[in-house]
């Protein structure tokens, strides 16, 4: 059964750095997105991607943050300068339709110290 | 706004009995879907109702929206020790091409199933 993939599944960076999450949806997806679940918290949005753009961002969404389809089967989230707040798990999702099921990854637990 | 609170928070029961937890939400929505997390691992996608639906079935599962009172309810049958995790609903309330696929997620029941 097709699935979504993340890599890495944990990623430990210092304040500051730049991190690239990586996602490989389900392969005749056509909606790519990025939710972010804070250790015993909720699942937040934070984005949503279609034809080469992003179609919603949450207010979470700022410009620390940003996204790209690089190929035909990559989804990366990429944070420029993280911030201890960063600390989270990110999940990337897909779906092949609007508002059909959204496919979750196993998720990359980002850890900045 | 706050979307998809479920209730109860928590829930214990034996094995072979019946889990029914809900879901309450805010505004009108296009569709509401399930998902199981078991403890620090990802989300997977149980069952999704549309909003002209009024029950689903799955497996073990069955699954009830009702609009007018704008909640849901999800019923795990003939529960096993491997149905332990959180249960989360979400709603797609996207109505405009300014949110779409937005899914909102409440904070989660979670079920222990003890052998």
């Known amino acids: 059964e097709p699935e979504v993939t993340q890599t890495p599944s944990h990623q430990v960076t210092q304040m500051g750095q730049e991190v690239i999450l990586r996602c490989v949806p389900i392969s005749n997806h056509l909606y790519f997105y990025w939710y972010r679940q804070i250790l015993g918290q909720k699942v937040e949005f934070l984005v949503s991607?279609?034809?080469?753009?992003?179609?919603?961002k949450s207010e979470i969404f700022d410009d620390q943050f940003s996204v790209e389809r690089p190929d035909g089967s990559n989804f990366t989230l990429k944070i420029r300068s993280t911030k201890l707040e960063d600390s989270a798990m990110y999940f990337c999702?897909?779906?092949?339709?609007?508002?059909?099921?959204?496919?979750f990854g196993p998720g990359t637990r980002l850890t900045v110290l | 706004s706050q979307q998809g609170e479920e209730d109860p928070q928590a829930l214990s029961i034996q094995e072979g009995e019946n889990a029914t937890m809900n879901c309450s939400y805010k505004?009108?929505?296009?569709?509401l879907q399930w998902y199981r997390q078991n403890s620090g691992r990802g989300l997977v996608h149980l069952i999704l109702?549309?909003?002209?639906?009024r029950e689903k079935h799955s497996g073990r599962l069955r699954v009830t929206l009702d609009t007018s009172k704008k909640s849901s309810s999800l019923l795990i049958t003939a529960s096993r020790a491997a149905d332990t995790a959180s249960y989360f609903c979400?709603?797609?309330?996207?109505?405009?091409?300014?949110?779409?696929?937005?899914?909102?997620f409440g904070a989660g029941t979670q079920v222990v199933v003890t052998p």
């Open positions: 979400a709603t797609d309330a996207s109505q405009t091409t300014d949110s779409w696929g937005k899914l909102q």
């Open positions: 505004t009108s929505i296009n569709n």
């Open positions: 999702a897909s779906s092949e339709w609007l508002r059909n099921e959204q496919f």
């Open positions: 991607f279609y034809n080469n753009e992003i179609s919603e």
């Open positions: 109702i549309r909003s002209n639906e």
